[in-house]
């Protein structure tokens, strides 16, 4: 199994000051289908990103990397938020300590392990 590339919780409490995370274009805009309607709205969500039930899906190479000199990894995790399926992606910028979302969406994957856990009343590590 892959792990993540990156530490969540670092993710998490970067989250919580601003000037470290950046959104790539249109993410906010994405954000909205998840009734998140300002820049606050979207930090106060990944805030709490651990109170809802969610999954590490993969970790793989940013494709549109701007600079390929300097490979990045993407992080990518699956959610439920108002009975609605995301997708959360973020890259870490270590050498400033800033963060990068990269995707705040309606998850495409029609089928995940965690979909088909969450059908049967389970969480995530098969907690109920």
Known sequence: MQNPSYNLDDFIDACRIAEKVYFLPGVLDDARDFDLLTKEDVFIFLSDFKKLQYEFVNTKDWENNPNPAVPRKVDGYEFFSKCKRGY?????????????????????????????????GKLPGGKR
């Not at 029609?110 to 059908?119: C, P």
């Open 88 to 120: 959360l992606a973020f890259i870490l910028f270590r050498e400033r300590g800033t963060w990068l979302v990269k995707s705040l969406h309606i998850s495409d994957n029609t089928f995940s392990d965690f979909t088909y856990a969450f059908g049967k």
